[in-house]
């Protein structure tokens, strides 16, 4: 049985089979789930085999489809494969559609197992950017070239905790704040700290050109959220050898709205609520009491106003 001591607190690291890490792998599972639906939204070949690097064996077994499950872990996770097809494609067409209009930077806050360097058609001359912890990033790096996949892009690895500088981090890896960029806080919100979640929007605007865009996702009643929806998941797979509380790696406490917090920054900015957000790709929001909180959840697109040439 994987089992992890998920308590938060300062300074705490991970890797891919452990505390924060393990949800990069269980998104990855859902990823490679979502792909293999009958007119699926996205198309992740990286998903499964980077699922197996890891070696976490619920994972495993249930991308191979070798896990017996009751009627009710099978729900999770079809509902596991329905968020993420449709959260995947959303963040897919955010990178493409700042690509059409001239972004030749991107960059992926806590990237974990994301597969976009990989995987995206990127235009000639664009650097994607991912940023994670060094174990994770590490991991990573390596299953890829075991795979023999090769970048799309030009692909650089900071390896680096988003609550320490990661700023600096970044430019020694030749970002360029000159130049509008396409950044990515997918996931990430609720394993923040409400002041650090700040802290990251006033550093991104910091380093942010004119044109330069973001998308993120934000859940009102922050940590509740992910408690409520991935914390059913682990609930009804515990038995089936995945022990990890889920609902104990995100931080509480009051946060800022997004929406409120980047318009005061100088961002143009849009939020549509999830439900909405499904029906956009001809899909109906799974009715559960496991996602009823993510109902109120909002996906963000922003744009830091300026001219991009």
């Given amino acids: 049985m994987t089992h992890t001591d998920s308590k938060r607190f300062d300074g705490d690291e991970w890797d891919l089979a452990s505390s924060v890490g393990a949800t990069a792998t269980m998104v990855a599972a859902g990823r490679a789930l979502a792909s293999r639906e009958t007119d699926p939204l996205v198309d992740d070949p990286y998903a499964a085999p980077l699922v197996r690097a890891v070696g976490i064996e619920f994972f495993i077994k249930l991308v191979d489809g070798t896990l017996a499950l009751d009627e009710e872990s099978e729900g999770a996770g079809r509902m596991l494969a329905e968020v993420m097809g449709v959260r995947t494609r959303f963040f897919d067409d955010f990178f493409m559609d700042s690509a059409g209009a001239g972004v030749r930077q991107a960059v992926i806050l806590a990237s974990g197992l994301d597969s976009r360097a990989y995987r995206l058609p990127w235009p000639a001359g664009t650097t994607v950017f991912e940023i994670d912890q060094p174990a994770v990033l590490g991991a990573k790096s390596a299953a890829m070239a075991d795979l023999g996949a090769t970048p799309t892009a030009d692909r650089r690895a900071v390896a680096v905790d988003l609550r320490d500088d990661w700023p600096s981090a970044l430019t020694a890896a030749g970002f360029d704040a000159t130049a509008p960029t396409a950044w990515s806080a997918e996931g990430l919100l609720v394993y923040l700290p409400p002041d650090a979640q700040d802290r990251l929007f006033d ?70 609520p999830r439900p909405d957000v499904f029906a956009d790709y001809g899909r109906e929001f799974p009715e559960s009491e496991a996602l009823a909180a993510l109902r109120n959840s909002l996906s963000v697109i922003a744009t830091l106003e300026g001219d991009i040439s």
Avoid: C, M
Wanted: proline share 4%.
């Fill in 203 to 272: 550093d991104i605007t910091a380093v942010s050109a004119p044109g330069s865009r973001l998308a993120t996702e934000y859940h009102p009643d922050g940590g509740a959220a992910l408690g409520g929806r991935a914390g059913a998941l682990a609930d009804q797979w515990r038995t089936h050898g995945f022990d990890v509380n889920i609902a104990d790696l995100a931080y509480g406490g009051e946060r800022t709205p997004v929406v409120d917090y980047l318009t005061a920054k100088g961002w143009s900015v849009s939020a549509r």
